[in-house]
């Protein structure tokens, strides 16, 4: 089946710290990934995505790699911001049949950056 | 404005009484989705349509109704079978329904059980 599994928060950070929020799946067939992120009381933004192995996402700063040979699509910035206070969520978009399209999402991890 | 919007923001419902949550696209979107968010929980899917007239369960179905007659429109009823309805509920919408497809998401409606 398909899944996604993400590091559990809350993650505190310094002003210009670096941020890894790691994120694992499991997946029938070649599905894409994404990372969204959700501000308080709204919905979800796309931060960045990726559709097959090997791409690199990015936008603001924020990098993540689509890597096969360890299901991985860890989320990366050089150097937070208090703005970039917010819950990350990692997904999954699976790939065949009735459920083409859906998408799987981790758990969500809360990051607060400290000025 | 292209976008997604969800009414109301907040909705509050008496025991033994349906509600119905409202979720209108112009974005010319051919699929449509629900979502409900608990704390600490991650965004489970409610229902799907991937065309007007069509409309698949998703992980967590039970209590919940949905309509697509409008390719714009995808309303969510919450029925009183639906025993712990509290909840962030949220509507997205793609393109069509890809592995590619980008979900684009509304504001949300808060549901809170008086």
């Known amino acids: 089946g398909n899944s996604v599994t993400q590091m559990e928060g809350p993650v505190t950070l310094s002003e210009e710290a670096f941020l890894t929020i790691n994120c694992t799946y499991t997946?029938?067939?070649?599905?894409?990934l994404f990372w969204y992120v959700q501000y308080p009381g709204e919905g979800l933004q796309l931060l960045l995505k990726?559709?097959?192995?090997?791409d690199k996402g990015s936008n603001k700063g924020f990098e993540a790699t689509y890597r096969k040979e360890t299901t991985s699509f860890h989320l990366e910035k050089g150097s937070v911001q208090v703005s970039d206070s917010a819950v990350y969520f990692c997904?999954?978009?699976?790939?065949?049949?009735?459920?083409?399209?859906?998408?799987?999402f981790g758990r969500g991890t809360q990051l607060t950056v400290w000025p | 404005d292209g976008g997604i919007t969800q009414s109301p923001k907040y909705l509050f419902r008496k025991e033994g009484q349906n509600v119905t949550l409202s979720c209108e696209q112009n974005?010319?979107?051919?699929?449509m989705y629900w979502y409900r968010q608990d704390p600490g929980q991650g965004l489970r899917l409610i229902y799907y349509?991937?065309?007007?007239?069509?409309?698949q369960k998703g992980d967590i179905a039970e209590g919940y109704s949905v309509s697509r007659e409008k390719k714009e429109s995808f309303p969510l009823t919450v029925t009183s079978a639906q025993k712990n309805p509290t909840a962030f509920y949220l509507c997205?919408?793609?393109?069509?329904?890809?592995?590619?497809?980008?979900?684009?998401f509304g504001p949300g409606t808060r549901l809170l059980v008086l």
């Open positions: 997205a919408s793609s393109i069509l329904a890809g592995v590619t497809e980008t979900q684009y």
């Open positions: 997946a029938t067939g070649y599905p894409s």
């Open positions: 990726a559709t097959k192995a090997d």
């Open positions: 997904a999954l978009s699976a790939d065949r049949g009735s459920t083409l399209g859906r998408l799987y």
């Open positions: 974005l010319n979107h051919d699929a």
């Open positions: 349509s991937q065309i007007v007239n069509d409309f």
